[in-house]
């Protein structure tokens, strides 16, 4: 799978813009706050419908304008397609395949695969487990839609109870409406439970290799879940945590209170890791996702890297830089001095200039 093409009309600093990409690796250069991240979280867009920003739609739209449009053209098994994304400051966005509107962001899911890797990716071990789990729900919500489905209904409810516990201060009497909300909480976090162990399992499957070629066999790598509640106690530990609910105003059971840690050689490397193993697993971990894509899905993402070289050391960035050598890259920097440097084919170069790009060789 490939991007051949992408067009912007009003999106974030670009009035209008068409890109054409080579199959294997695109350099987008520029000084920083020209418009270099944009055109990446627009190809996210695409895949995913959201932002990895966590962007709303209208804060993506080009001041002063009321609507913004994506096209992004992909060849994926010899066959070229389309995706079409509209977004309006005041309704929901629009989305269509080949010119046929969709419905449910789930129908796009799966039609394009990107793997995204930034600088704060490099944090995402040392960070606090809301970042740990926002990882794996994006990953997960690309190559599952049940999954995408599960959490959106669980995330909803979650709001809802909280809203409602807030609600019992001032009206006890809806206590007994709470019981609602705990069955529908069960069901759907019990099975984001189940497929966050799948997942981890079979990043464990990949990391490990990944990791020992990366720190130079010197550590071993292993992902432990560390869910809040085990789905055999799940319903127990509700029952039993809703006075504390109540009394907090805010639910305390269930998935979205998970984390995940990272242990070499039996070390925790959250929390007593150096900054250097901390960025090696980081990487580690972008890089067992791409293996993850490829073999759930059978086929190879995209890789977009974000201003991610200026931040590793020379051997991490040789050994990125070889790895992805296969495979279609999107690469943002302010200079070309690291691929110089590294003697790497760079198949076409973009020049970013306030919103203006400019192919260069």
Known sequence: MVIKALELNQFRNYEQLELSFDEGTNILYGDNAQGKTNILEAIYLSATTKSHKGSKDKDMIRFGEEEAHIRTILQKNGMEQRIDMHLRSSKTKGIAIDGGKIKKAAQLLGLLNVVFFSPEDLSIIKNGPAERRHFIDMELCQLDSFYLYNLNHYNKIVNQRNSLLKDLFINPDLKDTLSIWDSQL???????????????????????????????????????????????????????????????????????????????????????????????????????????????????????????????????????????????????????????NNRFTINKVFQIVKGTVAESN
């Not at 055999?232 to 209170?257: A, C, F, N, W």
């Not at 894509?293 to 051997?315: C, M, Q, R, Y």
Request: proline content about 2%; aromatic content about 8%.
């Open 186 to 340: 069960l069901s759907y976090g019990s099975k984001i439970i189940e497929r966050r162990k799948l997942f981890i399992d079979q990043l464990n499957e990949i990391i490990y290799d990944i990791h020992r070629q990366l720190s130079g066999d010197r550590e071993h790598i292993q992902i432990y879940y560390e869910p809040n509640v085990d789905v055999s106690e799940y319903e127990k530990k509700m029952k039993s945590r809703q006075e504390v609910d109540i009394r907090l105003k805010q639910t305390t059971v269930g998935p979205h209170r998970d984390d995940f840690s990272f242990m070499a050689d039996h070390v925790d490397i959250r929390k007593f890791g150096s900054q250097g193993q901390q960025r090696t697993a980081a990487l580690s971990l972008k890089l067992s996702e791409i293996e993850l894509v490829k073999k759930i899905t059978g086929d190879t993402p995209v890789l977009l890297l974000d201003d991610v070289l200026s931040e590793l050391d020379s051997n991490r960035q040789n050994y990125l830089l070889n790895y992805i050598k296969d495979i279609q890259t999107i690469i943002t920097c302010t200079g070309l001095d690291d691929f110089v």
